[in-house]
């Protein structure tokens, strides 16, 4: 059972964009994907609002969750969301190990 959580990013003038390539260049981004338990760290950005990035995070556990909370990297992250003055909305998931009737909607 993994947990997924969706963090939109949202500031002005590209800052919730220019806080994403900062996690990328400066590595923490990376540091964070090598993390025990992580099993997905990526970016999009809306079509719909420019102004806003999603980043997918996905963790296999709440305890591989509770370690990523409790290390320095949060520190670093925090700084960065309020250097770039970014607001968050946040959305969580678990996953389901079990088919779904959902699945003859889906082309593979």
Same mark, same amino acid.
């Given at each position: 059972m993994s947990l997924t959580i969706n963090l939109y990013y949202t500031g002005k003038n590209g800052s919730a964009r220019r806080f994403m390539e900062e996690m990328e260049s400066s590595g923490i981004a990376d540091r964070i994907r090598q993390e025990e338990g992580n099993e997905r760290y990526d970016y999009?950005?809306? /079509?719909?609002n420019p102004e806003t990035v999603l980043l997918i995070d996905r963790w296999?556990? @709440?305890? /591989?969750?509770?370690r990523h909370h409790a290390s320095p990297m949060m520190q670093?992250?925090? @700084?960065l969301r309020e250097k770039y003055d970014l607001h968050m909305k946040v959305e969580r998931y678990i996953s389901a190990d079990e088919p779904s009737s959902d699945d003859k909607f889906i082309r593979k």
């Amino acid at each position: 059972m993994s947990l997924t959580i969706n963090l939109y990013y949202t500031g002005k003038n590209g800052s919730a964009r220019r806080f994403m390539e900062e996690m990328e260049s400066s590595g923490i981004a990376d540091r964070i994907r090598q993390e025990e338990g992580n099993e997905r760290y990526d970016y999009f950005f809306p /079509a719909n609002n420019p102004e806003t990035v999603l980043l997918i995070d996905r963790w296999a556990d @709440q305890a /591989a969750i509770d370690r990523h909370h409790a290390s320095p990297m949060m520190q670093e992250l925090a @700084q960065l969301r309020e250097k770039y003055d970014l607001h968050m909305k946040v959305e969580r998931y678990i996953s389901a190990d079990e088919p779904s009737s959902d699945d003859k909607f889906i082309r593979k």
